[in-house]
Protein backbone atom coordinates (compact mmCIF):
# COMPACT_ATOMS: atom_id res chain seq x y z
CA UNK A 1 0.00 0.00 0.00
CA UNK A 2 1.02 3.75 -0.64
CA UNK A 3 2.78 5.08 2.64
CA UNK A 4 3.69 8.66 2.35
CA UNK A 5 6.74 10.31 4.49
CA UNK A 6 7.45 13.47 5.63
CA UNK A 7 11.07 13.08 6.37
CA UNK A 8 10.89 15.28 10.09
CA UNK A 9 8.27 15.30 12.79
CA UNK A 10 9.76 19.22 13.70
CA UNK A 11 12.10 21.57 11.62
CA UNK A 12 13.35 24.93 13.50
CA UNK A 13 14.67 27.44 11.69
CA UNK A 14 15.78 31.11 11.83
CA UNK A 15 13.68 34.09 10.80
CA UNK A 16 14.10 35.13 7.04
CA UNK A 17 15.71 31.70 5.87
CA UNK A 18 14.12 29.32 3.63
CA UNK A 19 12.66 26.30 5.25
CA UNK A 20 12.01 23.35 3.34
CA UNK A 21 10.16 20.46 4.35
CA UNK A 22 10.22 17.06 2.50
CA UNK A 23 7.78 14.44 1.47
CA UNK A 24 8.44 11.00 0.38
CA UNK A 25 6.03 7.97 -1.20
CA UNK A 26 6.50 4.68 -1.97
CA UNK A 27 5.16 2.58 -4.72
CA UNK A 28 3.17 4.55 -7.22
CA UNK A 29 2.83 8.60 -8.49
CA UNK A 30 -0.23 10.29 -7.10
CA UNK A 31 -2.18 12.38 -9.68
CA UNK A 32 -2.17 15.06 -7.45
CA UNK A 33 -0.14 15.86 -4.35
CA UNK A 34 -1.45 18.85 -2.32
CA UNK A 35 -0.16 20.91 0.99
CA UNK A 36 -1.82 22.08 3.76
CA UNK A 37 -0.96 23.95 6.77
CA UNK A 38 -2.43 22.91 10.27
CA UNK A 39 -2.49 25.11 13.37
CA UNK A 40 -3.01 23.58 16.56
CA UNK A 41 -6.88 22.06 17.44
CA UNK A 42 -7.78 23.24 14.03
CA UNK A 43 -8.35 21.49 10.87
CA UNK A 44 -5.97 21.74 7.49
CA UNK A 45 -6.14 24.71 5.07
CA UNK A 46 -5.23 23.96 1.81
CA UNK A 47 -2.02 26.24 0.39
CA UNK A 48 -0.84 24.37 -2.96
CA UNK A 49 -1.84 21.29 -5.26
CA UNK A 50 1.12 19.90 -7.72
CA UNK A 51 -0.15 17.43 -10.45
CA UNK A 52 2.19 14.67 -11.44
CA UNK A 53 2.62 15.98 -14.77
CA UNK A 54 4.22 19.58 -13.31
CA UNK A 55 7.44 19.96 -12.19
CA UNK A 56 6.97 23.57 -9.52
CA UNK A 57 4.13 24.87 -8.67
CA UNK A 58 4.21 28.55 -7.13
CA UNK A 59 2.43 30.73 -4.77
CA UNK A 60 3.63 34.34 -3.23
CA UNK A 61 6.45 32.96 -0.66
CA UNK A 62 5.51 29.59 -1.36
CA UNK A 63 7.26 26.80 -3.81
CA UNK A 64 6.53 23.18 -4.22
CA UNK A 65 8.29 20.88 -6.47
CA UNK A 66 7.11 16.85 -7.76
CA UNK A 67 9.80 14.99 -9.17
CA UNK A 68 8.25 11.36 -9.41
CA UNK A 69 11.66 9.96 -10.37
CA UNK A 70 12.79 10.59 -6.71
CA UNK A 71 8.96 10.04 -5.89
CA UNK A 72 9.47 13.00 -3.57
CA UNK A 73 8.08 16.67 -3.09
CA UNK A 74 9.88 19.45 -1.32
CA UNK A 75 7.85 22.50 -0.18
CA UNK A 76 9.65 25.69 0.31
CA UNK A 77 9.01 29.06 2.10
CA UNK A 78 11.05 31.93 1.46
CA UNK A 79 11.65 34.43 4.09
CA UNK A 80 10.18 32.84 6.80
CA UNK A 81 8.18 34.38 9.34
CA UNK A 82 7.33 33.46 12.91
CA UNK A 83 3.32 33.27 11.72
CA UNK A 84 4.61 30.77 9.28
CA UNK A 85 5.03 28.27 12.68
CA UNK A 86 2.57 25.49 12.07
CA UNK A 87 2.43 21.84 11.08
CA UNK A 88 2.71 21.17 7.28
CA UNK A 89 0.52 18.73 6.01
CA UNK A 90 1.31 16.82 2.46
CA UNK A 91 -1.46 14.65 1.07
CA UNK A 92 -1.88 12.58 -1.98
CA UNK A 93 -5.03 11.72 -4.16
CA UNK A 94 -4.38 9.02 -6.78
CA UNK A 95 -6.65 7.38 -9.00
CA UNK A 96 -9.62 7.38 -5.93
CA UNK A 97 -11.35 9.90 -4.62
CA UNK A 98 -10.31 10.19 -1.08
CA UNK A 99 -7.05 12.00 0.24
CA UNK A 100 -4.06 9.96 2.35
CA UNK A 101 -2.39 12.42 4.07
CA UNK A 102 1.34 12.07 5.53
CA UNK A 103 1.78 12.46 9.02
CA UNK A 104 3.37 16.36 9.17
CA UNK A 105 6.19 18.62 9.91
CA UNK A 106 6.01 21.04 12.58
CA UNK A 107 8.02 23.88 11.68
CA UNK A 108 9.04 26.46 14.07
CA UNK A 109 10.48 30.14 12.88
CA UNK A 110 12.42 31.44 15.63
CA UNK A 111 13.03 35.13 15.55
CA UNK B 1 -11.90 30.92 0.18
CA UNK B 2 -15.27 28.80 0.96
CA UNK B 3 -16.35 27.93 4.51
CA UNK B 4 -17.31 24.82 6.28
CA UNK B 5 -18.47 24.87 9.81
CA UNK B 6 -18.10 21.96 12.49
CA UNK B 7 -20.97 22.17 15.74
CA UNK B 8 -19.68 21.39 17.73
CA UNK B 9 -16.26 22.57 18.76
CA UNK B 10 -15.88 20.38 21.67
CA UNK B 11 -18.11 17.91 23.55
CA UNK B 12 -17.10 16.10 26.69
CA UNK B 13 -19.73 13.00 27.46
CA UNK B 14 -20.20 9.80 29.58
CA UNK B 15 -19.02 6.09 28.06
CA UNK B 16 -22.29 4.69 26.04
CA UNK B 17 -24.13 8.14 25.49
CA UNK B 18 -24.26 9.39 21.64
CA UNK B 19 -22.91 12.15 20.13
CA UNK B 20 -23.36 13.92 17.08
CA UNK B 21 -21.66 16.49 15.09
CA UNK B 22 -22.56 18.85 12.13
CA UNK B 23 -20.40 19.89 9.04
CA UNK B 24 -22.21 22.79 6.87
CA UNK B 25 -20.63 24.10 4.23
CA UNK B 26 -21.74 28.12 4.64
CA UNK B 27 -21.23 29.21 1.00
CA UNK B 28 -20.99 26.73 -1.64
CA UNK B 29 -23.15 23.59 -2.23
CA UNK B 30 -21.07 20.56 -0.90
CA UNK B 31 -21.21 17.71 -3.29
CA UNK B 32 -18.89 15.25 -1.44
CA UNK B 33 -17.80 15.28 1.97
CA UNK B 34 -15.06 13.56 4.25
CA UNK B 35 -14.55 12.55 7.93
CA UNK B 36 -11.24 12.45 9.41
CA UNK B 37 -10.50 11.48 12.90
CA UNK B 38 -7.06 12.48 14.13
CA UNK B 39 -5.32 11.12 17.57
CA UNK B 40 -2.29 13.44 19.09
CA UNK B 41 0.53 14.06 17.29
CA UNK B 42 -0.92 11.50 13.68
CA UNK B 43 -2.15 12.84 10.99
CA UNK B 44 -5.44 13.11 9.65
CA UNK B 45 -7.10 9.41 8.69
CA UNK B 46 -10.36 9.32 6.53
CA UNK B 47 -13.18 7.66 8.02
CA UNK B 48 -15.81 7.62 5.51
CA UNK B 49 -16.89 9.74 2.18
CA UNK B 50 -20.20 10.62 1.71
CA UNK B 51 -21.88 12.11 -1.21
CA UNK B 52 -25.31 13.51 -1.20
CA UNK B 53 -28.46 11.83 -1.29
CA UNK B 54 -26.58 8.56 -0.96
CA UNK B 55 -24.99 5.88 1.25
CA UNK B 56 -21.44 6.99 3.06
CA UNK B 57 -18.15 4.88 1.99
CA UNK B 58 -16.22 3.64 5.13
CA UNK B 59 -12.86 2.80 4.89
CA UNK B 60 -11.65 -0.30 6.17
CA UNK B 61 -12.00 -1.00 9.79
CA UNK B 62 -14.22 1.88 10.64
CA UNK B 63 -17.89 0.42 12.04
CA UNK B 64 -19.96 1.72 9.68
CA UNK B 65 -23.13 0.78 12.53
CA UNK B 66 -20.41 2.92 15.06
CA UNK B 67 -19.70 5.78 13.30
CA UNK B 68 -23.48 6.90 11.41
CA UNK B 69 -23.32 9.21 8.85
CA UNK B 70 -26.03 11.57 6.87
CA UNK B 71 -25.42 13.84 4.40
CA UNK B 72 -28.87 14.43 4.04
CA UNK B 73 -28.52 18.02 1.94
CA UNK B 74 -26.05 19.98 -0.20
CA UNK B 75 -24.93 21.56 2.82
CA UNK B 76 -25.00 19.47 6.05
CA UNK B 77 -23.72 15.74 6.91
CA UNK B 78 -23.52 14.83 10.59
CA UNK B 79 -21.59 12.04 11.92
CA UNK B 80 -23.17 10.76 15.04
CA UNK B 81 -20.73 8.38 17.75
CA UNK B 82 -23.05 5.89 19.05
CA UNK B 83 -22.25 4.31 21.89
CA UNK B 84 -19.21 6.44 22.49
CA UNK B 85 -15.75 4.89 24.44
CA UNK B 86 -12.84 6.74 26.03
CA UNK B 87 -11.18 5.27 22.98
CA UNK B 88 -13.25 6.99 20.86
CA UNK B 89 -11.57 10.93 21.81
CA UNK B 90 -10.10 12.16 19.46
CA UNK B 91 -10.17 15.07 16.91
CA UNK B 92 -12.94 14.62 14.13
CA UNK B 93 -12.73 16.79 11.10
CA UNK B 94 -14.93 17.25 8.05
CA UNK B 95 -14.19 18.56 4.62
CA UNK B 96 -16.15 19.15 1.98
CA UNK B 97 -15.88 19.72 -1.88
CA UNK B 98 -18.07 20.55 -4.74
CA UNK B 99 -18.57 18.05 -7.39
CA UNK B 100 -16.67 14.21 -7.29
CA UNK B 101 -13.51 15.49 -8.78
CA UNK B 102 -10.44 14.26 -7.29
CA UNK B 103 -8.44 17.38 -8.07
CA UNK B 104 -11.36 19.16 -6.35
CA UNK B 105 -10.41 21.45 -3.50
CA UNK B 106 -11.27 20.32 -0.25
CA UNK B 107 -12.17 22.80 2.33
CA UNK B 108 -11.62 21.83 6.29
CA UNK B 109 -13.75 22.50 9.04
CA UNK B 110 -12.46 23.64 12.49
CA UNK B 111 -12.80 20.18 13.53
CA UNK B 112 -14.38 19.43 17.04
CA UNK B 113 -13.27 17.82 20.21
CA UNK B 114 -14.47 14.69 20.92
CA UNK B 115 -13.87 13.49 25.01
CA UNK B 116 -14.95 10.41 26.20
CA UNK B 117 -15.40 9.93 30.07
Known amino acids: SQKIEQNSEALNIQEGKTATLTCNYT??????LQWYRQDPGRGPVFLLL?????KEKRKERLKVTFDTTLKQSLFHITASQPADSATYLC??????????FGTGTKLQVIP | GAVVSQHPSWVICKSGTSVKIECRSLDFQATTMFWYRQFPKQSLMLMATSNEGSKATYEQGVEKDKFLINHASLTLSTLTVTSAHPEDSSFYICSAQEGQEQNNEQFFGPGTRLTVL
Open chain 1, 91 to 100: AFSGGYQKVT
Open chain 1, 50 to 54: IRENE
Open chain 1, 27 to 32: NYSPAY
